[in-house]
């Protein structure tokens, strides 16, 4: 049993050091937003819901000066006041804001916070198998060697995640009547919102370039319209 100590004792710590932070973000969350309520989002909300079957979409407003949206672990939804404002502005329009929101929720419906849970483990658990392994051929890089990959793998399971949500998205709204037009047009401008050059080989990022996603969710239209 000793002997799996070394590789076990890390995935205990990786898997402690994820509950803090999940609590430590809810905490945050909880202490930095209120319930959205405006009303250029109620009819496109009210859309969803119906589409969704459900009585409302719940959506809370993070005090938060960036552009972003966010799926909390326990299911809720947020936008930014930053984003929030951009519609109060007209440089985003209620439909458009509403497809953040349609994508967020398709983190939640998809299950994805409690998927990344598990790969974590499991990424912790591969990680520290090859850190054993390769540490003996190449001690002192080995484990910066098996970061790097660590990181690489992490950033294609979110990527994969983030077409899933999109497409989640364009199916909804297109099941409400909203279509997935107003879903195109925010990705178009959602670079220059959220002040991204994209710059960058995508296989690093932890999202798909924007033309990608936005070549995908064209064609998943097409397909579903």
Do not use: C
Not at 34 to 41: D, H, K
Not at 65 to 84: E, H, K, Q, S, V
Not at 195 to 213: E, I, M, Q, V
């Amino acid at each position: 049993m000793l002997r799996f100590l070394p590789f076990i004792l890390p995935i205990i710590y990786a898997l402690v050091m994820w509950q803090f932070s999940a609590i430590r973000t809810r905490k945050h969350l909880d202490a930095n937003s209120v319930e959205l309520v405006e009303p250029r989002l109620e009819p496109a909300l009210r859309k969803l819901a119906s589409a969704l079957d459900v009585k409302r979409v719940k959506v809370f407003m993070l005090d938060d000066p960036t552009i972003n949206g966010l799926a909390a672990p326990d299911g809720r939804i947020f936008i930014t006041r930053g984003f929030l404002e951009k519609l109060r502005s007209g440089v985003v329009t209620a439909d458009e804001l509403t497809s953040v929101i349609a994508h967020e929720l398709g983190h939640v419906a998809l299950g994805h916070s409690r998927r990344r849970m598990v790969d974590f483990g499991g990424q912790s658990l591969l990680a520290s198998l090859l850190s054993g392994i390769i540490g003996r051929f190449l001690p002192g890089i080995g484990r910066y060697l098996v970061s790097g990959l660590m990181s690489l793998l992490s950033a294609k399971l979110s990527r994969s995640d983030e077409y899933e949500a999109d497409a989640y998205a364009t199916a909804l709204l297109i099941k409400s009547g909203i279509g997935a037009g107003p879903q195109l047009s925010m990705f178009q401008k959602l670079d220059k919102l959220s002040g991204k050059s994209g710059a960058g080989p995508s296989w690093l990022l932890s999202h798909p370039a924007t033309p990608d996603r936005i070549a995908a969710i064209e064609k998943n239209a097409r397909n579903w319209a």
